[in-house]
């Protein structure tokens, strides 16, 4: 089978360190790829207390951003309290929970690794709102 898209290796080397046997790459039709790890771990605030983290990689990948964030099953705050700009899509065959969030993307900084990053700071984030 064909590589759908290829990692950068400081991507591989930290997928294979905090996530070891737990991520793949997935395709859907020509162009549609994504990386998915599953479980990922959430903060205490959210219920479920882990779910599948799903990351678009667009075509260009690194020069093109990835953006936004998707996670399956829902996941809610314990407290009850809202989260904001979230939508459902299907993407894989799944139906994933969109969180939208955007930033600035540096091409030759920014790759799958800072993206994960951003992802848990993000999720720490919300969960003090």
């Given at each position: 089978?064909d590589e759908?898209?290829q990692?950068?290796p400081e ?5 294979d ?6 991520w ?5 039709g ?9 479980p ?5 605030a959210y219920l479920?207390g ?5 990351l678009l ?11 936004m964030?998707?996670?399956h099953?829902?996941?809610a705050?314990?407290s009850?309290?809202?989260i904001?700009?979230?939508?459902d899509?299907?993407h894989?065959?799944?139906?994933w ?6 930033y600035?993307?540096n091409?030759?900084?920014d790759?799958?690794?800072t993206?994960i990053?951003y ?5 720490e984030t919300?969960?003090?709102r």
């Amino acid at each position: 089978m064909d590589e759908p898209y290829q990692l950068l290796p400081e991507d591989a080397e930290y997928l294979d360190a905090h996530y070891a046997n737990r991520w793949r790459k997935v395709s859907e039709g020509v162009g549609k790829w994504g990386l998915v790890i599953e479980p990922f771990p959430l903060p205490d605030a959210y219920l479920p207390g882990q779910a599948t983290l799903m990351l678009l990689i667009p075509s260009g990948y690194p020069g093109v951003p990835i953006d936004m964030f998707y996670l399956h099953p829902p996941v809610a705050k314990r407290s009850g309290g809202a989260i904001g700009a979230l939508a459902d899509e299907m993407h894989f065959g799944t139906v994933w929970q969109r969180w939208s969030r955007h930033y600035d993307w540096n091409p030759g900084e920014d790759n799958v690794t800072t993206h994960i990053e951003y992802v848990k700071n993000e999720l720490e984030t919300e969960a003090q709102r």
